[in-house]
């Protein structure tokens, strides 16, 4: 598995596959050729269908400037993932100088189909959380000491992710106003924190206080503000509204916090190189329902549970979100995945909370990475309506102001969702093939 900075990147949202991906897709490209001083973009899969929305066009633009660059948005591209784009860099003389096939795989990670760039240098031997218990377990480690053997400097590096999390959450919860784009959502951040100041009892304290956490990053993220992807951005409010809860509210220490985020990411970790974290791959599932995991272990650690008690929390967040579509309204990262991320915080509370109780009268049958498995099965069998296309869904149902929706006449449609229907064909039998294996 790649190291935790892989995982939890810093950059601008809303998206990290739908912006962070396709920056550093520019970025790459101009590192490897500087003489390309005009691009042509093509957009395709659900980056082309939701991509406006995410704000893909302006962040390439942004990116590429000042030098200019031409966007196109194709659905049904032919290729071999269902998102990325291609980059076509040209000369001051228009000669082409190369092309690119980029795959965006969630989380804001990148593969370059026609150069292997060693983009994704592993540091931890093991992928799957019953071997590197077992390895805990014979060399007499935790799974914090795990983290820090094998991710070396790990630490500052999450020390300044914490940062980045308290500022986001800060920031939201003194911003009012509008989203922008055409759904016209009101922030809430700030006004639930009120609420949740003045409440007496505790317990509505404390949920109120984490709804808003959640909220306020969530709602940063939506305006493209400067967040964590953990393990995605449309995922960033579980992490940052626990890290913010528990620095501010319960006192712990940076340190402590450190360790927490080393145990969390090492289960997005394990989805990330067994499954997927990407919406447009395996559905919400894959965001919040990981950041929930990642969160439920971080609050096992933090109270003081053992590694076993770690991982059933883990299980549970994830097990309860097996199925969760991806369906943006809009394409726009804040209907249904402002309110998920809120209800994903509490869950994460809650796993670690039935984790440490039922943990202690019985065995858990259910492992992480059977929970892993199962979630990459189930998101293949999820149709592509329901993948981050915005074909289907909530994004069907829930009617507004079609400023910029993407107009998709019915044959485009058609033809997206038999490209689709193929590409899904192909998985369902190679996975059934490695299950007959
Ligand atoms: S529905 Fe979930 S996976 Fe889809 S964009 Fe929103 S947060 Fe991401």
New binding site residues.
């Given amino acids: 598995m790649e190291s935790l900075k892989e995982l939890y990147r810093i950059g601008q949202g809303p ?1 990290s596959s739908h912006t962070l991906a396709p920056q550093n897709a520019c970025l790459l490209f101009m590192e490897h050729y500087p003489n390309a001083v005009f691009f042509e973009v093509i957009l395709f899969g659900s980056l082309a269908l939701t991509g406006k929305g995410h704000s893909t066009n302006d962040v390439i633009r942004k990116t590429f400037a000042p030098r200019m660059c031409s966007i196109f948005f194709k659905p049904a591209y032919p290729a071999r993932l269902p998102n990325g784009l291609i980059i076509k860099g040209f000369d001051a003389y228009s000669e082409e100088i190369k092309t690119w096939t980029i795959y965006s795989l969630g989380g804001g990670s990148i593969e370059v189909e026609e150069e292997d760039l060693h983009l994704h240098d592993e540091v931890y031997p093991h992928n799957s959380m019953i071997d590197i218990l077992s390895y805990c377990h014979d060399h007499n480690l935790n799974l914090v000491e795990y983290v820090f053997t094998f991710d070396r400097r790990i630490e500052q590096y999450l020390n300044k992710v914490i940062d980045q999390m308290l500022k986001t959450v800060a920031s939201g919860l003194n911003t009012v106003g509008l989203l922008p784009g055409p759904l016209k959502l009101p922030r809430v951040a700030k006004a639930l924190h009120l609420q949740g100041m003045l409440a007496e009892d505790l317990s509505l304290k404390q949920k109120l206080s984490l709804s808003a956490y959640a909220y306020a990053a969530c709602e940063e993220n939506a305006d493209g503000q400067f967040t964590v992807a953990a393990p ?1 951005m ?2 960033s409010g579980i992490m940052a509204a626990l890290i913010y809860h528990y620095y501010h509210d319960v006192g712990l220490s940076k340190s402590k916090l450190i360790k927490g985020l080393a145990v969390g990411g090492l289960f997005g970790n394990i989805v990330k190189k067994n499954a997927t974290i990407s ?1 447009a791959v395996g ?2 599932q894959a ?2 329902g990981t950041a929930c995991a990642m969160g439920s272990a971080m609050v096992a650690f933090f109270n003081q549970q053992n590694d076993k008690i770690i991982n059933y929390a883990a299980e549970i967040g994830i097990e309860h979100h097996l199925g969760l579509t ?3 309204v809009g394409g726009y ?1 804040m209907i ?2 402002i309110e ?1 991320n809120v209800v994903g915080t509490l869950r994460a509370i809650d796993s670690a909370f039935l984790a440490q109780h039922v943990g202690a009268i019985k065995l858990n049958r259910v492992s992480f990475d059977d929970v892993v498995k199962t979630m990459q099965y189930t998101g293949l069998k999820i149709p592509v309506e329901l993948k ?1 296309t915005s074909l289907g869904g909530l994004a069907k149902e829930v009617k507004f102001d079609e400023e910029v929706n993407l107009e998709i006449n019915k044959k485009t449609k058609d033809n997206i969702l038999e490209r689709y229907r193929d590409l899904s064909d192909i998985l369902n039998e190679d996975d059934d093939m490695d299950r007959k294996d």
Wanted: net charge negative; glycine share 18%.
């Fill in positions: 998206s995605t449309g995922a919406g559905g919400c965001e919040v991806c369906d943006p990262v249904p995945c998920r981050e």
